[in-house]
């Protein structure tokens, strides 16, 4: 084998790494892409390469950090804001989806994308977001590419008074949905999880009097777990709609910062922007990214982020009323024991796969504006017991590309069936089992305070 002959080959070991995410062999794809970054930590293909991987592996904070680390250092690549619009879309973000597009075609008008313009358009973005001034990228006189801050034109200004969502994209760009404009009546099935959730958080921000005649404060944290996948987002957006609150939805990328002591002051401007504008469903997506478990990095400054967390939280440094802190994670064992006392991430909420009645919604949902004919949603909702959202997914991306070759082949448009992707779902294994084999372990040999027994109630297990 020629990679065995020359094992620091780059440019093989680039070819070789796409090859293995082309017949989804991810792992070798991790395997190699690490090995060219070991011998070029600087390579733009690598780099994209293992942000694809971690957002197909459900960690797309994390990609989209990779990603912005990418343009930082190479702002004249256009593949990497192509990337970049993909994984900002993917995220709700489509004002920046749309201004990450259009830099990438002012890059090259070659990597036009009709298909992911027309969904960024759908989505919303319609014209760059407002987030920060828009910037151009200038050629210097050493043939270096730099980004400058385009002039603010004051005619601009259409004289709407600033709210929050204004403050919040020139100060810290997160991302923000107005009140009621996501509702539990958008999330299809899950009915067990959606009452769940009116116990636990609905109910007693509904009825603040109720609470505070036993001393209790609205507000509080709730951390939902779960296989990645399975719609942990966008309940939280729609938790918020039914209790007619603001919603803060807060990544790693959005507040780790590579100068010390920034991280802390990052994540303390947001706490205080949702004390503001209470009340503030602030949701931190991976939130096992920013609250790790302190001893595995004794001598990290990620320590100093984590205590400035639980500050947070405590309300150390700020009245924390009217504020509901929802946690998002595939693997809470990971998260430091600190977090999930009482008055911080005190109540545990498994999400798991979608049900029948939800997976039937899924499937009408990656129907829509395909040629699908003789669709039978009942009968393809139950062939895939266990599928996460992201599974169901790909099952119809698979069957299109099928259908595809034999399309380009005659020239003509030619239908997905029913039948063409009830045989897929054979062929596509749901993602959720390796999730449950690791949650096994911890909910049967790591569950002294019981935070699992749902999973073990999930998966018919008696302790």
């Known amino acids: 084998m020629a990679l065995a002959a020359s094992p620091e080959n780059v440019p093989l070991l680039v070819m070789v790494a796409k090859a293995c995410e082309d017949e989804f062999e991810l792992e070798d794809a991790k395997e190699f892409w690490e090995r060219v970054l070991s011998l070029e930590p600087h390579n733009a293909e690598a780099q994209m390469g293992m942000a694809r991987l971690l957002d197909f592996d459900g960690k797309t904070s994390e990609a989209i950090l990779r990603v912005e680390v990418l343009c930082a250092q190479n702002p004249a690549i256009g593949e990497a804001w192509i990337l970049r619009a993909r994984l900002a ?3 709700g973000d489509a004002g920046d989806a749309r201004e990450f597009y259009e830099r990438a075609m002012g890059l090259d008008a070659g990597l036009r994308d009709e298909d992911l313009l027309e969904r960024i358009v759908r989505a919303g973005g319609s014209k760059a977001s ?3 001034r828009k910037k151009r990228l200038v050629m210097t006189g050493d043939g270096q590419y730099v980004e400058k801050f385009e002039e603010d034109d004051p005619e601009e200004d259409d004289g709407e008074t600033e709210g929050m969502d204004a403050v919040m994209a020139r100060e810290l760009g997160l991302e923000f949905s107005k009140k009621g404009e996501v509702k539990f009546e958008d999330v299809g099935g899950m009915e067990a999880v959606k009452e ?3 116990m636990k958080i609905i109910y007693p921000i509904e009825k603040p009097e109720l609470f505070k005649a036993y001393g209790k404060k609205a507000g509080g944290g709730v951390l939902m777990y779960g296989p990645p996948g399975c719609g942990k987002t966008l309940l939280a ?3 918020a709609g039914e209790i007619e609150s603001n919603f803060l939805s807060v990544g790693l990328h959005q507040v780790l910062d590579m100068y010390i002591g920034q991280s802390e002051q990052k994540l303390h401007q947001i706490f205080e922007l949702a004390r503001k504008y209470a009340p503030t ?6 939130v096992d990214a920013l609250a790790a478990d302190r001893r595995d990095m004794r001598q990290s400054a990620g320590r100093g982020l984590i205590n400035q967390l639980l500050a947070e939280m405590d309300g150390a440094n700020g009245e924390n009323e009217g504020v509901l802190i929802l946690g998002a994670t595939n693997a809470p064992w990971h998260l430091d024991s600190a977090f999930l006392r009482p008055g911080r991430f005190d109540r545990l909420l498994f999400v ?5 009645e939800a997976r039937k919604e899924v499937v009408r949902i990656h129907a829509r504006e395909k040629p699908v004919v003789n669709l039978e949603e009942d009968v393809l909702a139950k062939k895939t017991d266990g599928f996460s959202g992201a ?4 099952v119809f991306d698979q069957a299109v590309e099928s259908t595809m070759e034999e399309a380009m082949k005659k020239g003509k448009v030619i239908p997905v069936t029913g039948k063409m992707l009830a045989k897929t779902a054979k062929q596509v294994k749901p993602s959720t089992r390796k999730w449950f084999e690791s949650a096994k372990n911890y909910a049967l ?3 002294q305070s019981g935070f699992y027994d749902e999973v073990l109630e999930f998966m018919g297990i008696k302790k």
Not at 281 to 286: G, H, M, N, R, T
Not at 352 to 356: A, I, S, T
């Open 196 to 198: 769940n959730i009116r």
């Open 445 to 447: 040999y790591a569950n």
């Open 130 to 132: 407002g987030n920060e």
């Open 391 to 394: 599974d169901l997914r790909a």
């Open 237 to 239: 957006k729609a938790t």
């Open 281 to 286: 469903v602030l949701f931190f997506d991976e």
């Open 352 to 356: 798991p796969p979608p049900d029948l």
């Open 89 to 91: 879309l993917k995220e």
